[in-house]
Nanobody, 116 residues
């Protein structure tokens, strides 16, 4: 079995920063693409950012220049550094990972609230 566990969410004021982490554990041989998605109340889940095993990244237009995705392949962990946060960034953030032999796996999500 493979599990993904997110951490780092919380309450932050507009303009502030947070760093999310997502660690994969279990019988992992390799992980291909890892990503972060978010879902705000009453809205569909949307892509935030993805990163391949080689380090190529992709971002939603709404977060470009503010968020940075990175990963530590040795630790099977993906990070999301979020700067200049806005109230509209408030959502449940979930990570996923395409794990060899297991397919696409999701974490349980972590709440990010941007409010004064």
């Amino acid at each position: 079995q493979v599990q993904l566990v997110e951490s780092g969410g919380g309450l932050v004021q507009p303009g502030g920063s947070l760093r999310l982490s997502c660690a994969a554990s279990g019988s992992i041989s390799s992980i291909l693409t890892m990503g972060w998605y978010r879902q705000a109340p009453g809205k569909q889940r949307e892509l935030v950012a993805t990163i391949t095993s080689g380090g190529s990244t992709n971002y939603a237009d709404s977060v470009k220049g503010r968020f940075t995705i990175s990963r530590d392949n040795a630790k099977n962990t993906v990070y999301l550094q979020m700067n200049s946060l806005k109230p509209e960034d408030t959502a449940v953030y979930s990570c996923n990972a395409y794990v060899t032999f297991y397919g696409l796996k999701w974490g349980q999500g972590t709440q990010v609230t941007v409010s004064s």
